[in-house]
């Protein structure tokens, strides 16, 4: 097909998620674009999990959160957590792309929290599908049974270790922590604003790389066992 180079680009697109009239189905639909944040929200969605998604008001420098049922102030969260983004996303003039790595990295937090439960589950139709999943699980994620020291039983800490000991040391109480590095790693992965840099943490070259390339493996996984598997409608 001939395409004419000269032609107008399209006067309607919209610069910004501000301009939208639903700011927060627009971003979805950007960031459905990213195998990443897709391979989320389809495991989330066949788990009947997915979070509730505003944006709110958050401290400076806080860019989201993800609050679950159970934890600390909890009375109000919905049964599926909830996910903040910050309204500063929505300023004049901020990159519509701009919000996709923190959404992308609260729904990681939402799996991990909903592959906790999915490993208990005691319904099993297909036996082969939930091993696969729990083997998986013991491997990228955490294996009960290990080794003698605890750390070394959490799959994304060990690999940071191994890539660069003083820096997951130094980092271990957030950002090298074990929730955090896979979902730092598949924030980084959606990022499409080549102006900003979501991870400023100077993470070990290959880390975030690696553990979300794990982390879709798991996913996939997961979501198999899932369909396979399914949870328990309830009464
Ligand atoms: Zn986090």
Same mark, same amino acid.
């Given at each position: ?6 032609? #107008? ?13 639903? #700011?927060?189905q ?32 958050? #401290? ?25 983004l ?34 208990f589950?005691?319904e099993?139709?297909?036996q082969?599908?939930?091993?696969q ?40 109480? &957030?950002r ?17 604003? #080549?102006?900003?840099e &979501? ?15 794990? &982390? ?7 979501t198999?066992?899932?369909k ?8």
């Amino acid at each position: 097909m001939a395409t004419n180079n000269l032609a #107008p680009k399209n006067i309607n697109v919209l610069r910004s998620l501000a301009e939208h009239p639903n #700011p927060l189905q627009y971003l979805m639909q950007l960031a459905s674009e990213k195998p990443e944040y897709a391979a989320l929200a389809e495991y989330l969605g066949v788990r009947t999990a997915m979070p509730q998604i505003d944006f709110g008001s958050l #401290p400076p420098g806080t860019r989201g959160e993800f609050g679950m049922r159970g934890g600390f102030n909890a009375q109000k969260i919905p049964e599926n957590g909830a996910i903040t983004l910050s309204n500063r996303f929505l300023n004049q003039g901020y990159d519509q792309t701009n919000a996709i790595p923190t959404l992308t990295h609260e729904l990681t937090h939402a799996a991990q929290g909903e592959m906790a439960r999915q490993k208990f589950q005691k319904e099993i139709l297909d036996q082969n599908a939930k091993q696969q999943f729990l083997d998986a699980h013991k491997k990228l994620v955490f294996n009960p049974k290990g080794f003698k020291s605890n750390k070394s039983t959490y799959g994304a800490g060990m690999l940071a270790d191994k890539l660069n000991p003083a820096w997951t040391k130094e980092n271990e109480t &957030y950002r090298a922590s074990n929730e955090e590095l896979p979902a730092w790693a598949m924030g980084v992965a959606v990022n499409q604003n #080549p102006l900003t840099e &979501y991870d400023d943490y100077n993470t070990p070259a290959h880390l975030n790389s690696t553990l979300a390339t794990e &982390y879709q493996i798991l996913l996939d996984l997961a979501t198999r066992d899932a369909k396979a598997n399914p949870k328990k409608k309830k009464p």
